[in-house]
């Protein structure tokens, strides 16, 4: 119970329990931040769980580092911690997963989030994609990029099904 009760609080990766010559050890290997996420002003270190380890003021050096810019908190309340929406979990390890395992990209983008979906800012490239929650979303830009080879500046939008929208600057 008591080794249960410890990795259930959101600074603990594991730990490990032992009794010897009635003395109790107690080993704990600390949560390290896993990602950052900026919001209203302050940047939210996270564990890989989603719990909140660390509020900083300001833009912190760490990556990767998400921008969120949605309407509501990204923050629920789960067992009296801080953690971070499912529906943003799920949309950043996605993002996380896509941007690691495809050679689409020249560039590491900078990623805002919000509810709805991402949004990839390349910034030598001096281009902007937005996706929505979808991995279909993400299959589209990737295939459309691999078959025309090198998008030209502008913003791209692949958040609608079957169909892009593209302005120029």
């Not at 249960?4 to 730990?15: D, G, H, N």
């Not at 996605?94 to 910034?123: C, D, H, M, N």
Request: glycine residues 6%; positive net charge; aromatic residues 14%.
């Amino acid at each position: 119970y008591l080794k249960e009760k410890l990795e259930s609080l959101p600074w603990v990766e594991t730990c490990s329990l032992s009794i010897s010559s009635r003395t109790l050890t107690v080993k704990v290997v600390e949560a390290k931040p896993a990602l950052a996420l900026f919001f209203d002003g302050y940047t939210y270190l996270l564990n890989k769980k989603g719990y909140v380890l660390e509020r900083l003021e300001g833009v912190a050096n760490f990556s990767p580092i998400y921008y969120y810019k949605g309407k509501s908190s990204p923050f629920v309340v789960e067992n009296d911690f801080v953690k971070i929406k499912h529906v943003l979990k799920t949309q950043i390890e996605l993002i996380s997963r896509k941007l690691q395992t495809s050679t689409a990209f020249g560039e590491k983008p900078e990623v805002t989030l919000t509810e709805a979906g991402a949004g990839l800012i390349f910034k030598s490239s001096r281009m902007i994609v937005y996706l929505d929650n979808s991995e279909n979303a993400w299959n589209n830009f990737i295939g459309f990029k691999e078959a025309i080879g090198r998008l030209q500046p502008g913003v791209y939008d692949f958040r609608f099904y079957d169909m892009l929208v593209r302005g120029a600057k």
